[in-house]
């Protein structure tokens, strides 16, 4: 894996992210669905202490056991600015991601890819560094439009720039529930993004990828406070 660069301000961030850019794959299928190791990441932030906790789990993709979990407590090294995430939250998500003895397949992060102001988020940041394959599963569509999808699991819309192109899909994971807002992050289709998150989440809203990274970041955090 590749080293996380922290940009000393602003502009050398979005000059990092340009650059970065032009390095996202995106005419590759992707790893096939329900089978190899596929990793969730999430990080939680204590804003007064200044401290971001990441956690990475991966999973089995055909029975969603977990197979190996780890983490990684840092200090928060750029500022908060729309756009510019990735940035707070790499170093420390890769940090988590190193600890693992084995290589996943998949990383499903919690949040955007393709689907971004700048049209490279968390999930398309984390794929170039790494060369892994990534997604990004979104709880809100942040500043993306889409029709309502069909009611039934599975049932998708598209999910919109302003401009009217395609940036992923709104998907319903759960029969009649709130559908989360996938796009692709690097070296995966959007459909075979798509596919994976609802082989990820067989009982609930979220993957089960990301639920298991949110709780053990979580956790991390308390931890890490307590000391």
Do not use: W
Not at 155 to 168: E, I, K, M, N, Q
């Amino acid at each position: 894996m590749t080293s996380a660069k922290t940009p000393a301000d602003e502009a050398e961030a979005r000059t990092i992210q340009d650059e970065l850019r032009e390095s996202v794959v995106l005419d590759e299928v992707g790893p096939p669905v329900g089978t190899g190791l596929i990793a969730g990441v999430d990080v939680a932030y204590d804003d007064e202490r200044d401290l971001v906790a990441a956690a990475a789990v991966v999973l089995d993709a055909a029975t969603l056991d977990v197979v190996e979990e780890a983490t990684a407590v840092g200090h928060v090294s750029f500022p908060y600015v729309p756009g510019l995430l990735a940035f707070r939250e790499l170093p420390t998500v890769l940090a988590a991601l190193e600890s693992l003895t084995v290589t996943p397949e998949l990383v499903v992060c919690d949040g955007y890819g393709l689907a971004h102001p700048r049209g490279f988020g968390l999930a398309c940041h984390l794929g170039v560094v790494t060369g892994l394959p990534s997604i990004g599963v979104a709880k809100n569509p942040f500043t993306f439009t889409y029709e309502e999808p069909g009611a039934r699991r599975g049932d998708t819309s598209p999910l919109l720039a302003p401009d009217g192109a395609v940036v992923g899909r709104a998907l319903r994971t759960q029969d009649g529930i709130k559908p989360v807002y996938v796009s692709v992050g690097h070296r995966v289709s959007l459909d075979n993004a798509c596919a994976h998150t609802l082989a990820l989440g067989p009982r609930y809203r979220i993957p089960e990828t990301t639920r298991r990274a949110d709780s053990l970041c979580r956790r991390a955090l308390r931890e890490a406070v307590a000391e």
